[in-house]
């Protein structure tokens, strides 16, 4: 599965679909695989979950790949790629 972390999950109101977000360390195939690797487990899961919690239905779990946190390096990385170029630039007012 590799180095997975969870990041988030939504439940639906009748609380039989759980959508559960995970973040991956490593390159897109390896975070796919690990998508799909906890996809697999999804059946094993969702019967560990109905038995600790006694619910009156099995919710249903579906993994997620979370690519917020890559978005916002990304978005950082830019912005001071930005910032960087704006301090090396003199201003025209200055002499």
């Known amino acids: 599965i590799g180095f ?5 999950a939504t439940v639906s109101p009748d609380l039989r679909n759980v959508r559960i977000f995970a973040s991956v ?29 006694r619910l009156r239905h099995s919710p ?3 993994f997620r790949l979370d690519e917020s946190l890559e978005r ?9 790629r930005i910032h960087e170029e704006e301090s090396r630039v003199p201003d025209d007012g200055e002499e």
């Open 4 to 8: 997975v972390t969870i990041t988030g």
């Open 25 to 53: 360390l490593g390159d897109s195939k390896a975070r796919e695989e690990s998508i799909e690797a906890l996809n697999n487990a999804a059946g094993f899961i969702r019967r560990t979950i109905f038995k600790s919690l």
């Open 72 to 80: 916002g390096d990304r978005i950082e990385r830019v912005l001071r």
């Open 60 to 62: 249903t779990i579906a």
